[in-house]
Each structure stands twice: as C-alpha cells, then as structure tokens.
C-alpha cells in the first residue's frame, strides 16, 4: 500500500520534471495543475494517514519536494516564456517604416547674414570680439570723441538704465572699438557683431533694436586705401564679383576723415529701384580713417599707430536678400515667419 503511495508522487515528480510549457497558455495550465488551489500534489498529503509511521516522515517530505520542484521549474519557465514574448513583439517591429521625422530648427535671417559678413572678414585675418549690450557712458559716447552735446546723446534716441546717467544701452557697436583698445596694444584687427538699441519710433522701416558689425584695424602705415580695398573685398564677396562701390564724404565724430559706402544694385528690377529710391545706389556702411583723438582717448599711441573702422548695418541687407518688406517681422519670433528659413545655412 505504502509504495504505491510512494510511486504516485514520484510520478507526479517526473511528469513535473518532462512538463515543457511552450507559452503563455500552456505555463498557466502547469501551474493550475501543480500550484492551483485545487492542484494535484494537495491531495497527496492527506494520504500520509495510510503511511506506515515509520515512513511519514520520508513521505512527507517527498511530498513537499514536489511541492518545491514545481514552484521552482513555474518561476524558471515564467521568465523564459515572458522574455520569448517579448522578443516576439520586437520582432514585429518595421525596419523599413519610414523614421519619425525629426524636428529641424531654423536660423534667424539676422544671423545668417551676420554669419557670412563674420566669414568674408575672418578670411582676411579679422577675429571677432563680442562686447555687452548694458554699456557705461564713457566707452558709447566719450572715448569715441561725441562731445557732451552732441545730438546721439540726445535722451531721445539713447535708451539709459533707470536712475543712472552713466549707464545706457549701447547704442552702436563703436562701443566695442573703445573696450578693445583700451585693453589691447595694436596689431589690432577685430570685428563685433552685435545688437544695438536706439530710441525710435518702430516703423516697417526702422525699430528700437537693430544689429550692426563694427570692424577696426589699427597698426601703423594703415592708410585710406587700405580701408578701400577692404571694402570693395567684402562688397565683391557679399554681393558679387562685378559689384561696384562708391564712398561718398560724410561725418561721424570718431572718423576723420569720414565716409559711407554705397553699393551700386542698379534700377532694372523693381526691386532695386525702390530699394535705392530710384538711384540705384544702395548705402551699406559707415567709415572713416580712426580719428587720432581716439587712438589717444584709449591709451594708444596716436604718432605711431593709424587705423580705420567700419560699421555695417545688418537688417537693411537682410532684408534686402530675404524680402522682407516690414522689419518688425525680424523680432516678433513668429514661428511662421521663421519656419521659411529653414533651408538656409
Ligand atoms: N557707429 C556708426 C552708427 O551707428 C556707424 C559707423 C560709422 C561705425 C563709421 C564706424 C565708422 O566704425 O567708422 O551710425
């Protein structure tokens, strides 16, 4: 009697032990017949009664061992079955399904130009120097020769920081000039990209904050032709190889003598013709040989050194080459706007 007890619960061992569970299904049948509340290997138990007593004790624990190697072999496929499972779905994956587009940002138009003016100068051996918006007085108006009356000073069109007469927002990148020489001997040769502020009216045609980029070279023999030629280089490599310039005489209180540069675009397309109010000539910048009370302003020796600077505007060329009929359109940020320019370098 005893050993045919015996033989059932090995042969429940064994049949646990051959059990190979393929997938979901199959392991919950395992484990409803094995570990269910009503499994197989409860019952069992209770034929320890019919055991001799000197072999209840090996009974039961044949019993429990069953017990064991079923719970055992349930966690071991469980996680086998599971890791099958999931490969699978891997492999539903579609490798040849198109990616998800990926989301491309676009340069601003101020930047793009800005980028390429930096390039046409670094070529020739210019670096850049940058400079803060939140300038003092001195560096802005007084180290660049504007006497104390001059009009720019004008609260009009210079916007000063709250409470203080000394402090403004720069309101050209000359400002750069009076910092690098103030803290470098020459050779000098930089240029200075940046936004500059002004007190006006925002109009389609002019705002309250504009971009500009300053270039200075001083060394000693630096002569007006030297300024010329530097001038026609960019304009060739920025509007094109047959374009012409012109330099017509002008004023600013930090060159001597003082010029600005037009470029000639002509009067055949419509566009040109209103663009340079039917004179074909369109004005780019303003330069000028480095007045000497300058140089001498920021500690440089002006019988020595000699120097000219330039200051190129950038929203008009921007516009020029975008299209762009209203500059406000360049800092309202509207997305749709500059979504068009995702295309450019
Ligand atoms: N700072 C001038 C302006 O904002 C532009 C300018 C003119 C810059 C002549 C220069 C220069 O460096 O030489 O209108």
Not at 260 to 288: F, I, N, Q
Not at 296 to 307: F, L, Q, R, S, V
Request: one cysteine or more.
């Amino acid at each position: 009697m005893s050993a045919e007890i015996f033989a059932k619960v090995k042969q429940v061992i064994e049949e646990i032990e051959s059990a190979i569970p393929q997938d979901v299904d199959q392991l919950e049948k395992f484990r409803i017949r094995f570990l269910g509340s009503k499994n197989i290997i409860k019952p069992m138990m209770g034929e320890i009664r019919n055991i001799a007593n000197e072999q209840k004790r090996e009974f039961g624990q044949l019993v429990n061992s069953a017990k064991q190697i079923a719970e055992q072999k349930f966690q071991n496929l469980k996680s086998a079955v599971e890791s099958a499972a999931e490969s699978a779905k891997a492999q539903d994956i579609d490798l040849t399904a198109p990616a998800e587009p990926l989301a491309l940002g676009a340069r601003h138009p101020i930047s793009i130009t800005m980028n390429r003016i930096v390039d046409i100068f670094s070529r020739i051996g210019f670096t850049v120097a940058e400079e803060r918006e939140i300038e003092d007085d001195w560096y802005n108006f007084t180290a660049m020769n504007t006497p104390e009356n001059h009009p720019a000073r004008d609260m009009q069109d210079t916007y000063y920081l709250k409470g203080s007469a000394e402090t403004l927002l720069r309101t050209h990148t000359s400002s750069v000039q009076a910092r690098v020489m103030t803290t470098q001997q020459p050779p000098i040769r930089i240029i200075a990209p940046g936004r500059v502020y002004r007190n006006e009216t925002v109009s389609a045609r002019s705002h309250c904050q504009f971009h500009q980029i300053e270039g200075l070279y001083v060394d000693e023999n630096v002569s007006f032709a030297d300024l010329k030629q530097t001038l026609l280089y960019f304009a060739k490599e920025m509007y094109g190889p047959e374009t012409k310039i012109r330099l017509r005489p002008s004023f600013f209180p930090f060159t001597e003598p003082s010029a600005e540069m037009d470029v000639y675009m002509g009067t055949a397309d419509e566009k040109s013709y209103r663009l340079t109010k039917g004179t074909g000539w369109l004005e780019v910048l303003g330069c000028g040989m480095v007045d000497p009370q300058v140089l001498t302003n920021c500690g440089i020796d002006a019988e020595k050194y000699t120097g000219f600077a330039f200051g190129i505007g950038i929203e008009r060329s921007a516009m020029q080459f975008y299209d762009i009929s209203d500059i406000r359109l360049l800092f309202e940020n509207d997305v749709r706007f500059l979504d068009q320019f995702k295309s450019a370098l």
